[in-house]
């Protein structure tokens, strides 16, 4: 939310830049797998997937396998779920080979690692610049942004640019230029905003990191919606940020190890991060979950930070119930202030491409509204922002004297309906005659309109004006399997704690990823890491987070329950694909065949509908859950007997891999066969006999017999 855009202009900073023609991302087949050279063993796409930064860049320097196949690997993820998410924006592909291929091994920590950048304000010379304005839908950068610079000399190679709003503005990623994002946990949901296709990106495994930045929120806020770390550093801290912005430069990470090492390569060295105490229990903790803007607070929130706070005192952390001292209301209508300068730039963006200034429909209603209260802001309004800027800040650096850490939910509910507008209808239709109103009006309109979106994340915005640091951690997943972050914020310059906090929350598994959850199909809430059963469609309804009261005692948290997506599944009779997820524009009808003969989709991920019942994602569109319908292809759980269905038979191997040189016998269809065990070959099942053979565990060749 407020990301780059506005805390360059609230300084004085001009944003500048402008955009190569976008690339279309495409939906292709590409392999799972990519061959290597004889000194590299070829790496899988869930090997990539699962992979840290860290270990990429020691693989390539080991010779395990080459930059070039790990962007191969990337592309082919992007391209394969890019689709369904609209995280990615843009691609440069034969760019990033070239330069992967072109890049020698000086030690760099992240050597030949894909990565993807935000699109807006970190730009990379000859690539898209458009600040997600319309109107500058095909200008491209001129120079290279030192921020970007600095990645590329660590060894990344820049692969493409995720989705954001337009100027970053909002809590979510959506507008007319790009269009909206999906939350890979459900893509009916938002991932965030306004980095929010760096956030869905890592979520969903196209990259191990992907950077963006954050002036109210931008980083920790689709870090809480879409389960993944977010660390907004202090001002200044960053190589690129001005300490004096409330907007800083970072990344959206799902390992501490890359979380740290990025952050240590990437000092400006205008501010010094102070050394984390030795004794992390010496430092005092404050929680809170009431809202600062006196907005209702989900219970999945409360359970979040109630979670977090037995977590903390388990280990020995002293832990005290107090609310933030700053006067939430007062700080965000300064905020909004601020904020008008963003709309000032768009309209110079306007009048370069149309000769005049901004109308209601050329954009963004907001970045309209801002821009007509700009053109009415007083010298004193500008003052009293500056004014309440330095008292937030004094009062927190008195508040970190007793807290050193100061903890509460990330976000006041899980993430958002792609439904759910950024603006009420009432709102903008009000903004679209903002004109008329005078300052105060226009400025109490622009509050009135933006409440909508901050009563669901009213907490991030306190550490962009102090300056302070603060990380959203995924420790809880709620009943409705949408992740929720918790958020420890530092006094200024204390970066180096909320690293070591998070090292301690990831020693402890108390991160929570998506790809550990369908891996797993663990309740995440539950710490011993014991499985529960999937959700009934009785049970799975993705009911948003129903307001509780704004008080911050603990509460017992609710036991989340996380769904897990078969690799493949078969229809078992005629089925339709659909276009939308709550299955109501067919694109396509299967008619029914036979087991043997059966239509198989590979799933990319789970997605529920209004009315909360499963769909499964798929190349295309969505189709149904509903087990009268579909079923795994591969059987998870040990069938004892199967018999062989197979017009052809089957054959029996030796080993798992399922090479032809390591056939044993052909076994005839209509055999009866007894299973020792289910194993797995990477991610696909195999059945083991009871002679120590194997077999497939593919239903369109085996069924289950009990005989």
């Known amino acids: 939310m407020l990301a780059a855009v506005v805390a360059a202009t609230i300084v004085g900073g001009a944003i500048t830049g402008v955009s190569a023609s976008e690339t279309s991302v495409h939906s292709t087949s590409s392999p799972a797998t990519i061959t290597t050279t004889a000194t590299a063993k070829p790496l899988t796409l869930s090997q990539y997937e699962h992979a840290t930064a860290t270990q990429l860049a020691q693989m390539v320097r080991d010779g395990k396998v080459t930059s070039q196949q790990l962007i191969q690997l990337a592309m082919t993820k992007v391209k394969q779920d890019n689709p369904q998410l609209n995280a990615v924006i843009t691609m440069r592909e034969d760019k990033a080979l070239d330069e992967a291929a072109a890049m020698k091994d000086t030690g760099q920590p992240f050597y030949g690692v894909p990565i993807l950048i935000k699109g807006l304000a970190q730009e990379l010379k000859g690539e898209s610049a458009t600040q997600g304005l319309p109107y500058s839908s095909t200008r491209i950068a001129s120079y290279t942004r030192p921020f970007v610079a600095q990645l590329q000399s660590l060894g990344f190679v820049v692969i493409g640019q995720?989705?954001?709003?337009?100027?970053?503005?909002?809590?979510?990623?959506?507008?007319?230029?790009?269009?909206?994002?999906?939350?890979?946990?459900?893509?009916?949901?938002?991932?965030?905003?306004?980095?929010?296709?760096?956030?869905?990106?890592?979520?969903?495994?196209?990259?191990?990191?992907?950077?963006?930045?954050?002036?109210?929120g931008s980083l920790r806020i689709p870090a809480s919606w879409s389960g993944v770390i977010g660390l907004k550093p202090s001002a200044g801290m960053i190589k690129g940020d001005s300490a004096t912005s409330t907007m800083a430069s970072f990344a959206e990470t799902k390992s501490m190890a890359d979380t740290q090492t990025l952050f240590d390569n990437m000092l400006s060295g205008k501010v010094t991060a102070e050394a984390a105490p030795t004794d992390l229990k010496s430092v005092t903790i404050a929680y809170s979950t009431k809202s600062p803007v006196g907005t209702p607070v989900s219970q999945d929130a409360v359970n979040a930070v109630t979670q977090a706070v037995s977590f903390l005192k388990s280990q020995g952390f002293n832990v005290k119930?107090?609310?933030?001292?700053?006067?939430?209301?007062?700080?965000?209508?300064?905020y909004?202030?601020?904020?008008?300068?963003?709309?000032?730039?768009?309209?110079?963006?306007?009048?370069?491409?149309?000769?005049?200034?901004?109308?209601?429909?050329?954009?963004?209603?907001?970045?309209?509204?801002?821009?007509?209260?700009?053109?009415k802001l007083t010298a004193p309004d500008r003052a009293s922002y500056a004014s309440v800027v330095a008292t937030a800040k004094q009062q927190m650096a008195d508040f970190h004297q007793k807290y050193g850490l100061y903890l509460t939910p990330t976000t006041a509910t899980t993430a958002p309906s792609n439904a759910d507008p950024a603006y009420l209808p009432e709102y903008v239709e009000k903004m679209r005659n903002i004109a008329s109103l005078d300052s105060k009006d226009q400025m109490q309109l622009i509050y009135d309109a933006w409440l909508h979106?901050?009563?669901?994340?009213?907490?991030?915005?306190?550490?962009?004006?102090?300056?302070?640091?603060?990380?959203?951690?995924?420790?809880?997943?709620?009943?409705?399997?949408?992740?929720?972050?918790i958020q420890l914020e530092a006094a200024k310059n204390q970066d180096r704690l909320l690293l070591a906090m998070g090292n301690l929350f990831e020693s402890k598994h108390q991160l929570k990823f998506l790809d550990s959850q369908l891996t797993n199909g663990n309740t995440t809430g539950n710490e011993t890491g014991t499985p529960?059963?999937?959700?009934?469609?009785?049970?799975?309804?993705?009911?948003?987070?129903?307001?509780?009261?704004?008080?911050?005692k603990p509460t017992k948290p609710v036991t989340p329950v996380v769904a897990q997506a078969p690799k493949v599944v078969y229809a078992k009779g005629a089925l339709n694909l659909y276009k939308d997820v709550n299955l109501t524009q067919r694109v396509h009808h299967y008619t029914a065949r036979s087991r043997t003969h059966s239509r198989t989709f590979r799933t990319l991920g789970v997605?529920?509908?209004?009315?909360?019942?499963?769909?499964?994602?798929?190349?295309?569109?969505?189709?149904?859950?509903?087990?009268?319908?579909?079923?795994?292809?591969?059987?998870?759980q040990n069938p004892k007997r199967v018999r062989v269905i197979g017009q052809?038979?089957?054959?029996?191997?030796?080993?798992?891999?399922?090479?032809?040189?390591?056939?044993?016998?052909?076994?005839?269809?209509?055999?009866?066969?007894?299973?020792?065990?289910?194993?797995?070959?990477?991610?696909?099942?195999?059945?083991?006999?009871?002679?120590?053979?194997?077999?497939?565990?593919?239903?369109?060749?085996?069924?289950?017999?009990?005989?």
């Open 453 to 485: 979106g901050l009563s669901k994340t009213p907490f991030t915005q306190l550490a962009n004006v102090t300056g302070e640091p603060a990380i959203s951690l995924p420790t809880y997943v709620s009943a409705s399997r949408m992740p929720l972050g």
């Open 162 to 216: 995720t989705n954001y709003p337009e100027l970053g503005l909002t809590n979510i990623t959506t507008s007319k230029l790009y269009g909206a994002a999906s939350n890979p946990w459900n893509t009916a949901d938002n991932p965030g905003g306004s980095s929010g296709g760096a956030a869905a990106s890592v979520a969903d495994d196209m990259v191990p990191l992907a950077t963006g930045n954050d002036a109210g």
């Open 648 to 707: 052809h038979g089957i054959y029996s191997y030796k080993q798992m891999t399922f090479k032809s040189s390591q056939r044993v016998r052909l076994i005839k269809k209509g055999q009866v066969l007894k299973i020792k065990a289910i194993r797995f070959h990477g991610q696909i099942p195999r059945l083991e006999l009871t002679n120590g053979q194997f077999i497939t565990a593919n239903k369109q060749f085996v069924i289950q017999s009990k005989k």
């Open 532 to 552: 529960t059963a999937p959700a009934t469609p009785e049970t799975s309804a993705s009911s948003e987070s129903k307001p509780a009261t704004s008080e911050s």
């Open 321 to 334: 119930q107090v609310d933030s001292p700053v006067d939430g209301k007062a700080l965000m209508q300064a």
């Open 336 to 375: 909004y202030k601020g904020a008008t300068s963003s709309g000032f730039s768009a309209n110079s963006f306007a009048r370069a491409a149309y000769k005049r200034d901004l109308l209601p429909d050329d954009g963004s209603i907001m970045t309209y509204a801002l821009f007509k209260a700009s053109q």
């Open 607 to 636: 997605a529920f509908a209004k009315n909360g019942a499963q769909r499964y994602r798929v190349k295309g569109g969505y189709i149904t859950a509903n087990a009268k319908f579909v079923a795994s292809l591969y059987y998870l």
